[in-house]
């Protein structure tokens, strides 16, 4: 008699483990599934400068995109005079990743300093962006000119590397630099596409 319900009560036993484990592993598919659909989630970008749709999705950042973030980030440090240098630094916290504002924004408030001293500003006309979105990557190219007043002080061609950096849905500014055009690698990458072509 006791066997018989011991093994009555190892029978119930079994039964509800395979029950628990028939809902763990539905759980674990259940959750697998809304991950996978999570990550893969697009969210689409209304621009109005743009002339189609673009998309932030798990598998990646449309060209467009990451080049009209930019542009906009250029012409933010670069379009420059000493009645709109506290404006953009107010703006700068809308673009810059949280590791590197602080550096940056020291960087924006000694250029004010300069340019409230020697009375100057600061215009970029853009020529080219190169885009690599893979590594959320951007080279711009244009001319920077230096004004007093309304007289050119200087000119320059320049380019400036931008690096981005992804925080959930966000595209943020890491770092804003200007470079040689022996480092641009927009330079080398239409180099080696025009050397192809030959």
Request: with cysteine; hydrophobic share 40%.
């Amino acid at each position: 008699m006791r066997a018989a319900n011991v093994n009555e009560k190892a029978r119930i036993l079994n039964r509800r483990f395979a029950v628990l484990g028939g809902l763990l592993c539905l759980s674990i598919v259940g959750n697998t599934a809304m991950a996978v659909s999570v990550a893969t989630q697009s969210k689409v970008v209304l621009v109005p400068t743009l002339v189609d749709t673009v998309e932030v999705s798990g598998a990646g950042v449309d060209r467009d995109y990451l080049e009209r973030l930019a542009r906009d980030a250029a012409y933010t440090f670069l379009n420059r005079t000493p009645e709109t240098a506290r404006y953009f630094e107010r703006n700068l916290e809308r673009i810059a990743s949280p590791d590197t504002y602080h550096e940056i924004k020291s960087a924006l408030i000694a250029d004010r300093q300069q340019r409230q001293n020697s009375r100057t500003s600061q215009v970029f006309y853009p020529m080219d962006f190169w885009v690599d979105p893979g590594k959320l990557y951007v080279e711009a190219t244009g001319d920077v000119l230096t004004m007093n007043n309304r007289e050119v002080v200087d000119s320059e061609r320049k380019t400036f590397a931008l690096t981005f950096e992804r925080q959930g849905s966000m595209i943020l500014l890491k770092s804003f630099v200007p470079i040689t055009k022996d480092e641009a690698n927009g330079t080398r990458a239409r180099a080696a596409n025009t050397d192809e072509a030959l």
